[in-house]
């Protein structure tokens, strides 16, 4: 049986995940940003503030941003923060061993998410912050993940077939166990994932 999907409720969303991105920004930029129509994006914003997911930005007539509330739904108690739990002392014993951040990522659609993260004690580092999205092309999570997954999730993820030379480095993760990005993301930036 096929089960009717809400397109306003999918605009909806749209409008609050742009607002996240974009933030500050004004009805018109929206608008324009999603390609739709001015004054069912100024609806979606109003229900937005008025259940407390969006608030007018400080100082900027017009601007948007998105409301401490969001802050709820990131530690709920759910099956994720048991992982996050257990990968806390894991994470600060990677800390201890290397000396440098460790983080905690795990799949969301097409990217990955940080859920959890000990920092590194230098005053020179790289912090990726809880919640923060790390992308699919580049990163060491994703080189260190693709080459466990099967063939047709690989595709799908990559957008196409891996080639000859992307399953000769997928060997080579499996042999070693781990992945690295050398500034493939971040310039200055060495990650290193397992």
Known sequence: MTVKRSRSAARMLSVFETVAHAQPVGVSALARLLEAD???????????????????????????????????????????????????????????????????????????????AAESHHLLRMVPAVGIVIPLRGSATARAVLPYLPAEEQARLLGATPDAAAQAEFARTRERGYAVNDEDVQPGAVAMAS
């Open 38 to 116: 001015k004054s069912a994006v100024q609806r979606d914003l109003m229900t937005l503030a008025d259940a407390g997911w969006i608030r007018p930005a400080p100082g900027l007539a017009g601007q948007w941003e998105l409301s401490p509330h969001v802050l709820t739904l990131a530690r709920p108690p759910h099956s994720n923060e048991s992982l996050r739990l257990r990968a806390g002392p894991v994470l600060e014993r990677l800390r201890g061993e290397t000396g440098e951040t460790a983080y905690l990522a795990v799949p969301d659609g097409d990217h990955f998410v940080v859920m959890a």
